[in-house]
């Protein structure tokens, strides 16, 4: 049997030739993401297993919850990630006051790209699927060991193939589909799946649509959403 856009990515990051859902794998990662809440946490555990991050160019962190600080602990987990980095020699870290929301920044800073497995402390990375990639969202320990090791395990998903058709009416947009996707088939309705978008009316949607729908087949349950790739992901 063929194997969905998900498997084919974890297949090859895993360096196995054919993965089914419900497989355990390890696999070979391309981006560990944090922000300013999920970071420090990760920072305590992380140094019991190393005492620097597998590769410097592959781990980012973004002050993104609580930027400009709201209070005193805030403003002590961005002084811990600015440390960390620079400390580390991070190329992918981004300042308080040239940063903002994690999501919207790393697809725009060429962070994340098509064929990637990459995983993010925060429950939304699954937005990084628009671009034709793997990303889920771990917690903080799974964080720290992706930053000292490269890799992290993964059960397989099963899937669900969303075969788009038409167009958006005027004034709609793709959060308007997704919310509509995720009432027919309820919050739970995708729980550890991949959500695989396709059809000839994704062709109609734009990288802002698809954006905002990837980002949250997680509210359905998924373990990702992920975009079929076309001429508008590559020119993006």
């Not at 070979?28 to 597998?54: C, E, Y």
């Not at 980012?60 to 805030?74: A, G, L």
């Not at 649509?209 to 998924?222: L, P, T, W, Y």
Request: hydrophobic letters at 45%.
């Amino acid at each position: 049997m063929g194997m969905t856009m998900t498997q084919k990515i974890l297949a090859a990051h895993a360096g196995l030739d054919h993965v089914e859902a419900g497989q355990l794998i390890e696999a070979k990662l391309d981006v560990v993401m944090a922000n300013d809440i999920t970071g420090p946490m990760a920072l305590p555990i992380l140094k019991q297993m190393s005492d620097t991050v597998f590769d410097k160019n592959k781990v980012v962190f973004v002050p993104d919850h609580f930027t400009p600080n709201k209070d005193i602990k805030s403003a002590e987990n961005s002084k811990a990630i600015r440390e960390f980095a620079k400390a580390q020699g991070l190329h992918w870290y981004f300042e308080q006051g040239k940063s903002g929301v994690e999501h919207a920044i790393l697809p725009e800073a060429g962070v994340v790209a098509a064929g990637e497995l990459i995983i993010g402390a925060d429950s939304h990375t699954c937005t990084y699927g628009a671009l034709g990639a793997f990303s889920t969202g771990v917690g903080s320990t799974d964080m720290a060991a992706g930053m000292a090791t490269g890799k992290a395990w993964f059960k397989v998903p099963e899937a669900i193939k969303i075969n788009l058709t038409g167009k958006l009416n005027k004034y709609t947009s793709g959060k308007d589909l997704i919310l509509h996707i995720i009432g027919m088939i309820g919050v739970d309705g995708a729980l550890y799946k991949s959500m695989e978008f396709t059809g000839e009316g994704m062709h109609t949607l734009t990288m802002d649509d698809r954006f905002s729908i990837a980002n949250m087949a997680i509210e359905a349950g998924a373990k990702n959403g992920i975009f079929e790739v076309d001429d508008l992901t590559v020119e993006y």
